[in-house]
């Protein structure tokens, strides 16, 4: 009887050892969610400042009347109008990566009609880079012959002829995700036929990310 006892007891006796490789791996796992977790804060402050995307900004610097035929058909009450513009445009991409926008045209409007365009082939403006646009315009003769105003315009009292041109860039913006980004240009002109000369100009500038 005293031997079955002491067995007993030896055997009640017995410790478990400690499961350090399971704690070692919550360890682990706990320290990479930790690590993932600052790097996704700090991308995040990087995208909210550094790199948050910016609009890009276009700026007409001049326009200019480079040629001009004009002549009256006084029996038919029409008028043979031939005119180029020159405009000179420069786009300022202020991101810290670039702007990539796709192929556009620059076009030449009177009264809400399309009388000429210019193709602007598609590009990328580097970051903090400030881009030159030449675009010159040449009013189409033949789609203002039909219209019984540019008669009237140009004969009137004032001899104006108001124009104006539109210029639309779309493109896209990768900071993080890609952001689509649209900035438009648009200038009220008024040549002054009679003189052959532009009067005056007015332009309106938008962008929308």
Same mark, same amino acid.
């Given at each position: ?60 610097? !001049?326009? /200019?009347?480079?040629?001009? +035929? ?6 038919? %009450?029409?008028?043979?109008?031939? $005119?180029? &513009? ?59 012959? !039909?219209? /019984?105003?540019?008669?009237? +315009? ?6 104006? %002829?108001?124009?104006?041109?539109? $210029?639309? &860039? ?40």
């Amino acid at each position: 009887m005293d031997v079955e006892s002491k067995q007993g007891n030896k055997s009640t006796g017995m410790t478990r050892l400690p499961n350090y490789g399971s704690r070692r791996g919550r360890n682990c796992c706990f320290i990479c969610l930790a690590v993932l977790l600052l790097l996704g804060l700090l991308f995040l402050i990087l995208g909210l400042t550094v790199f948050k995307a910016k609009k890009p900004v276009t700026t007409v610097n !001049s326009v /200019s009347l480079r040629d001009m +035929d004009f002549s009256v058909d006084i029996v038919r %009450l029409k008028v043979h109008l031939n $005119v180029t &513009l020159q405009a000179d445009l420069s786009v300022t991409n202020p991101n810290r990566v670039g702007f990539k926008y796709d192929s556009t045209s620059a076009i030449l409007q009177y009264k809400g009609q399309v009388i000429g365009d210019a193709p602007i082939p598609a590009g990328e403006i580097g970051s903090r880079e400030t881009r030159p646009m030449n675009i010159t315009l040449t009013v189409m003769a033949d789609r203002l012959l !039909s219209d /019984s105003g540019l008669y009237s +315009d140009v004969l009137s009292g004032s001899g104006m %002829l108001p124009l104006t041109t539109y $210029v639309k &860039l779309s493109g896209v913006v990768r900071v993080l995700v890609k952001i689509h980004v649209k900035t438009t240009t648009s200038c009220d002109l008024y040549i002054d036929v009679l003189n052959r000369k532009l009067a005056n100009q007015t332009c309106h500038y938008k962008t929308k990310l």
